[in-house]
């Protein structure tokens, strides 16, 4: 292992050491499971669609909803806890580049969301899975071709929504690089969020024809500066299609997430290298 | 051999504002600091010390100047790997203990995982720290965590160590004791930069000074070079009468001399306060 990257992972190591150690951390982690488990209670309020639908789409809207607030707030709380007490100095006092610090915040951040997607998940898969039993065994006795639940699916879906998080992550950084106060990166970074879920629509606008070239200009560097994150929303698809997703399809989520994820690190570093600490 | 900082025409400027008005920080600075010594960079708040040592640690850019480290470009890996620094007011993880944070800093440092234990015992033995090493740092007191910033700051055993206000807080117990750590360490033949306003302090332990004001450098040299006054004596007399002063004040005059102040030693409130009181529960 090259020393720099000995140096990273011991930035990850502290990083992901001090938020698991979080309030904040413990509390959005509850919040999630609370959300997950009394998705079974919830299970008569689902507007005609099928019941393992129902808590599949209760526990991935708990998983994202919970997963985007840890993930803008904690990191720049992560971020700003090192520059406004001072941690920082010290630090990069040491042959440490501000790149390493940097790529080491990120890491531990995406660790402690592992953990979270990995609990959350796996806690909805035990729900879903449970239900599952009860509803195949109802379904034979009445006949009817029964809705399952697709394990494998379930762990790709962990996976896709890890990297989402970690795109957010990455963002959030880079934000916070720039920015002078902690309020500024959690908004900016909430925005952003809000609107990769959006982009879509830019992305649906930009494929017909505009009359303005400033609004076509807009419209393309928005599908190009901001990720699309509802293409990570394929877990009903995943968890309880018949016939899945396509492995490419997969792949190409996976790979456009990635490249967002190293793009948006690569400016946050070169942003970071010239703040003054 | 190359001087262990030097700092050749140094200018920071800071903006201010959106409308980008500059305040200068640091003006024109030149100052070469030789290895092997203590030396003390003194200047009332806001004359541009700490920044002068940000600068020369990479953690802020220069407006203009150059600066080098042990004949190193300063803010490159090189120099820094060869540097020890303790920020003023020093804060670390609180729930990190002492040895986690010192053997976190070793590895950051460079040193390597078959010389850490060691390094790190060393560290801890030499800022006094070793029975409070286990404890959560959020439970240690001022004096504590300037210690526990000292070993962080020489666990890789740097031929430079650059302590910013090292015992601002901290008690004359303890501030003795930090003198103590940088006496230990030029003993070491390492070169210690000193950033302080504690004058009395800087005297004891520095073996040069340079003195800052409003960015600018307004004296630098030896401490005896700068302190003695060549054309005063000071004479210590025991059991001293009336008649013995006359006498003597005479005889002075006859060779043209003359008393211009007669008064008793004194010794200093710190040399009293450390003579009454042997240690902190701390220390």
Redesign the interface.
């Given at each position: 292992m090259t020393?720099s990257l000995?140096?990273t992972l011991?930035?990850s190591r502290?990083t992901f050491?001090?938020a698991v150690?979080q309030r904040f951390f413990a509390f959005l982690m509850v919040l999630g499971a609370a959300m997950v488990l009394s998705s079974v209670s919830f299970r008569a309020f689902d507007f005609g669609h099928g019941e393992l639908k129902f808590i599949a789409d209760f526990g991935f809207g708990g998983m994202f909803l919970f997963g985007s607030v840890l993930s803008v707030v904690m990191t720049a709380q992560l971020f700003f806890s090192e520059i406004d007490?001072?941690?920082a100095?010290?630090?990069?006092?040491?042959?440490?580049?501000r790149s390493e610090f940097l790529l080491g915040k990120f890491f531990g951040a995406w660790a402690v969301l592992g953990v979270f997607v990995v609990a959350l998940s796996g806690l909805l898969g035990v729900v879903m899975w449970a239900r599952e039993q009860e509803l195949v065994a109802m379904a034979e006795q009445a006949g009817k071709v029964p809705v399952t639940f697709s394990a494998s699916g379930m762990v790709q879906f962990a996976l896709l929504q890890w990297l989402r998080l970690g795109v957010v992550i990455a963002i959030v950084l880079t934000v916070s690089a720039l920015a002078r106060t902690f309020l500024f990166a959690v908004v900016v970074g909430s925005l952003a969020v809000v609107a990769g879920q959006l982009q879509w629509i830019a992305q649906d606008a930009v494929l017909k024809p505009t009359g303005s070239v400033l609004y076509g200009a807009f419209l393309w560097l928005s599908t190009r500066l901001l990720p699309n994150l509802q293409q990570f929303n394929i877990g009903d698809a995943l968890v309880l299609g018949a016939t899945g997703v396509p492995a490419e399809a997969v792949a190409e989520v996976a790979l456009s997430g990635l490249a967002y994820m190293a793009a948006y690190l690569f400016v946050g570093t070169l942003v970071f290298r010239?703040r003054?600490? | 051999m190359s001087s262990a900082i030097s700092v050749r025409r140094l200018t920071k400027d800071f903006q201010i504002g959106i409308r980008g008005l500059k305040l200068r920080a640091v003006d024109d600075l030149s100052l070469e600091i030789p290895r092997g010594q203590v030396y003390g960079l003194l200047g009332p708040n806001g004359c541009g010390k700490s920044t002068t040592l940000?600068v020369v640690?990479?953690?802020?850019?220069a407006t203009a100047g150059e600066i080098s480290i042990l004949g190193h470009p300063s803010a490159t890996?090189?120099a820094?790997?060869r540097?020890g620094?303790?920020?003023e007011?020093?804060?670390?993880?609180k729930?990190?203990s002492g040895r986690e944070l010192v053997t976190?800093?070793a590895?950051?440092?460079?040193v390597r995982p078959s010389e850490l234990a060691a390094a790190v015992e060393d560290a801890l033995g030499l800022a006094a720290m070793t029975d409070a090493a286990d404890r959560p740092i959020g439970t240690y007191s001022k004096g504590m965590l300037q210690r526990i910033?000292f070993a962080?700051a020489v666990v890789h055993d740097p031929e430079l160590v650059?302590l910013d206000e090292p015992t601002a807080g901290v008690d004359p117990v303890g501030s003795a004791a930090i003198g103590r750590m940088i006496h230990a360490m030029r003993d070491k033949g390492k070169t210690v930069v000193l950033c302080s306003h504690l004058l009395g302090q800087v005297e004891q332990v520095c073996d040069r000074v340079a003195i800052m004001d409003r960015g600018k450098l307004v004296l630098e040299g030896r401490v005896e070079d700068v302190l003695a006054r060549r054309d005063r004596h000071v004479m210590t007399i025991e059991a001293m009468t009336p008649a013995a002063r006359e006498a003597a004040e005479a005889a002075l005059a006859a060779h043209g001399a003359r008393v211009t102040s007669v008064t008793h030693p004194r010794r200093s409130l710190e040399d009293l306060f450390r003579e009454l009181v042997t240690g902190s529960r701390d220390a």
């Open positions: 020393p000995q140096r011991w930035i502290v050491l001090e150690r007490n001072k941690t100095l010290t630090l990069l006092a040491k042959p440490l580049s010239r003054e600490i | 940000k640690l990479g953690l802020v850019s890996a090189e820094r790997s540097t620094f303790l920020p007011a020093p804060y670390f993880h729930f990190l976190y800093c590895r950051l440092s460079g910033g962080q650059i």
